[in-house]
């Protein structure tokens, strides 16, 4: 499976975004999606997730409220709406697939991941 994110760029603090990412083959029907973040020296953290229902959802705390994952199952894309970004936002967000059908936030659940695509916050 291979994921491909866009979106990212350049804003000011309170700004809006959306990014996408679209998976190669429909076998991403079936797992939850994710998305995470990460910035220079610093781990990998949860940002979002979808089960593969589209129904349950998952965000991490410094997020909820602002951030809002989606998935649209005949493009195969999942989706991640940032309101009300912050300059601590700023990272490179990666989407990926999960091994499960869950929304789960554990990195270590997640098998295929994307390339990243770099948000930048200014403030």
């Known amino acids: 499976v291979q994921l491909q994110a866009s979106g990212g760029g350049l804003v000011q603090a309170g700004g809006s975004l959306r990014l996408s990412c679209t998976a190669s083959?429909?076998?991403?029907?079936?797992?939850?999606l994710g998305w995470f973040r990460q910035t220079p020296g610093k781990e990998r953290e949860f940002v979002a997730a979808?089960?593969?229902?589209?129904?349950?959802?998952n965000y991490a705390a410094s997020v909820k409220g602002r951030f809002t994952i989606s998935r649209d199952y005949a493009k195969s894309t999942v989706h991640l709406q940032m309101n009300s970004l912050k300059p601590e936002d700023t990272a490179v967000y990666y989407c990926?697939?999960?091994?499960?059908?869950?929304?789960?936030?554990?990195?270590?659940?997640?098998?295929?991941w994307g390339q990243g695509t770099l948000v930048t916050v200014s403030s």
């Open positions: 083959k429909r076998t991403a029907s079936n797992n939850g």
């Open positions: 990926a697939v999960s091994r499960s059908s869950a929304s789960t936030s554990a990195l270590q659940n997640y098998q295929y």
């Open positions: 979808v089960d593969w229902r589209g129904v349950s959802t």
